[in-house]
DNA sequence: AGGTAGACTCGTCTCAAATT
DNA sequence: AATTTGAGACGAGTCTACCT
C-alpha cells in the first residue's frame, strides 16, 4: 500500500461520528437529564442573588463521586443565572475555577481576576491585596459574582485552613459592604472539610447538594442524549446504548459514573470508525470497556479457576451472544448450546439445575453479567451477557477446555 | 457434588368483556 | 367501532426437599 493510498484511506473512511465534541468531557450539553432537582436546589439557594442582589453572601456545597455531573451542574447554573440576572439589568458573572490547577489562595483570587477580565495587576500583590483590589473594582462597576471552586479538596489541602477560612469569611470584617461574591463549591467527599476548623467547616456545608451516582436507566438518557449529539444517525442502536449503560449503572454493579460511560460509547465508536464499520457493535463497546476497565482482563485470569463445565458454560454463552448478536441471552439459549457443545466434546452436559448453579458462581465471580429479565420479554428469564471482547475470551477459554481435558484423560 | 420432581412465582400474552 | 381493562393461560426460571 502507497503512502497516498494510505492517505487517502484514512481520509475517506466512513465515520460515524457527526459531532464527536459531545462525547468529551469539557462538553456541555443543552439539557442536564437527571439534574433537575439539583438545578432546583442551586435556584433556591441563590434565589437571593436575583431578588435582593448584595444583601448575603450565598455559598453551596456539591458533594458527589466522579462522573455525577457535579461540574457540569454548576457550569449550566451559572451559565443560566448569568443570563437570567442580565433580563433584571445586573451584571453577574460566572467564573469557574478548577483548584486542581490553581490550588493556592493566590492562583484561585489571581486566576478569578483572570477570567473576569479585571484590569488588576497579578503581579506584585498579595492575595490579599488582591482581593481588595478585586472587591472594590466589582463595587465600583456594581458587578457581582458567581465563583465555583471545582474539586474544592485540592484547595483545602494545599491552601490550607487559613486561605479558606479567608475566603469564606471574607465578608465577616465589613458587614455593611454589598455582598458580591458568591460561591459553589465542588467536592468529591466532606472528608477533606474535617480537617478545617469547625465554625468554617459549617460556613460552608450551611447548604450541601449531593450528587448521587447514576442509575443505568439515568445513564441510557444521557448516553442517549449524548449519541444524538454525535454521532450520525442509526450508526449506534439503542441496545448498543443500554449496553453501556447497563455496564457502568450503579444499580447495575458499575460505578455509575457519567464521565466513563460517555468514553465508552466514543471509544466504541472510534473502533468502529477504525474498522471501517458505519455502525457500532457491541463488540467494539466490548473492546472499549476493556480499555477504560483494565480490570476486565482480570476475568481472563479468573478463567483459570473455572471447573471445565463451567468453562463449557461460558463458551456456549460467548457463542450464543455471537449468534444472536445481542447484549443479553436468554439463559434457555445457552443451556441448549451448552448440550450442543457438550455432545462436540463427548461430555456428558449438566443439568438444569446445576447449570443454574454454574451461572450464579460466574456472576459472582463477575465473569459474566446475569439480569433478571424485565418487562418486553415473556416469562421471567435470567439475561446473560458477557463485557469482556468475545474473540480474545473465547481464544482463553478454547485453550483452557483443551488443558482440562487432556489433564483429565491423563488422570483416569 | 450432581440429579429429579414438583410446587412456586413472576410477568407477559391473549382474548374477550366492558367501556367510551 | 375503537380502546381499555382484566382474568386466566402460559412460559421459564427459582426453590425446596430428597435421592444417589
Do not use: W
Amino acid at each position: 500500500m502507497s503512502v497516498r493510498d494510505m492517505l487517502e484511506s484514512v481520509i475517506k473512511r466512513v465515520t460515524v461520528f457527526k459531532n464527536k465534541d459531545a462525547l468529551y468531557p469539557e462538553f456541555i450539553p443543552p439539557t442536564l437529564p437527571h439534574r433537575g432537582i439539583h438545578i432546583k436546589q442551586l435556584a433556591e439557594i441563590f434565589k437571593s442573588l436575583i431578588t435582593s442582589p448584595g444583601s448575603m453572601s450565598l455559598r453551596a456545597m456539591l458533594v458527589g463521586g466522579i462522573g455525577v455531573g457535579k461540574t457540569v451542574t454548576a457550569r449550566v447554573f451559572g451559565y443560566e443565572i448569568k443570563h437570567l440576572a442580565k433580563e433584571q439589568g445586573l451584571d453577574l458573572r460566572y467564573v469557574h475555577i478548577n483548584c486542581h490547577r490553581d490550588r493556592t489562595l493566590y492562583e484561585v483570587i489571581s486566576e478569578v481576576i483572570r477570567q473576569l477580565g479585571i484590569p488588576i495587576p497579578l503581579r506584585g500583590l498579595s492575595p490579599r491585596e488582591m482581593m481588595i483590589a478585586l472587591l472594590s473594582y466589582i463595587e465600583k462597576h456594581n458587578i457581582y459574582v458567581l465563583i465555583t471552586l471545582d474539586e474544592f479538596d485540592y484547595f483545602i489541602h494545599t491552601a490550607g485552613n487559613d486561605a479558606v477560612y479567608f475566603l469564606v469569611r471574607l465578608y465577616d470584617e465589613y458587614p455593611d459592604v454589598k455582598k458580591r461574591l458568591n460561591f459553589i463549591f465542588i467536592a468529591r467527599d466532606l472528608t477533606a472539610l474535617s480537617t478545617l476548623d469547625p465554625t468554617t467547616e459549617s460556613y460552608i456545608l450551611k447548604h450541601l447538594i449531593k450528587f448521587e451516582p447514576y442509575r443505568s436507566k439515568e445513564l441510557y438518557d444521557i448516553l442517549i442524549q449524548r449519541r444524538d449529539l454525535a454521532f450520525y444517525e442509526n450508526t449506534v442502536s439503542e441496545d448498543i446504548i443500554k449496553f453501556i449503560a447497563d455496564s457502568e449503572g450503579i444499580d447495575k454493579g458499575g460505578e455509575g459514573n457519567a464521565r466513563s460511560a460517555i468514553e465508552v460509547l466514543l471509544l466504541a465508536g472510534e473502533a468502529a470508525e477504525h474498522e471501517g464499520s458505519h455502525i457500532v457493535l457491541l463488540e467494539h463497546v466490548r473492546k472499549a470497556l476493556t480499555v477504560t476497565h483494565p480490570d476486565i482482563v482480570k476475568v481472563s485470569d479468573e478463567l483459570n479457576f473455572l471447573q471445565l463445565h463451567e468453562l463449557l458454560l461460558v463458551k456456549a454463552l460467548i457463542r450464543t451472544l455471537r449468534a444472536k448478536g445481542t447484549s443479553f441471552v436468554r439463559i434457555g439459549e445457552v443451556e441448549e448450546e451448552y448440550r450442543y457443545i457438550c455432545q462436540l466434546y463427548n461430555i456428558k452436559p449438566r443439568k438444569h439445575t446445576q447449570i443454574y448453579e454454574y451461572v450464579n458462581n460466574l456472576k459472582h465471580m463477575n465473569i459474566i453479567n446475569a439480569k433478571l429479565s424485565g418487562k418486553g420479554l415473556r416469562g421471567r428469564t435470567t439475561l446473560l451477557s458477557i463485557v469482556a471482547p468475545l474473540d480474545a475470551l473465547e481464544k482463553r477459554v478454547d485453550e483452557l477446555i483443551d488443558k482440562r481435558l487432556t489433564t483429565e484423560r491423563n488422570t483416569l
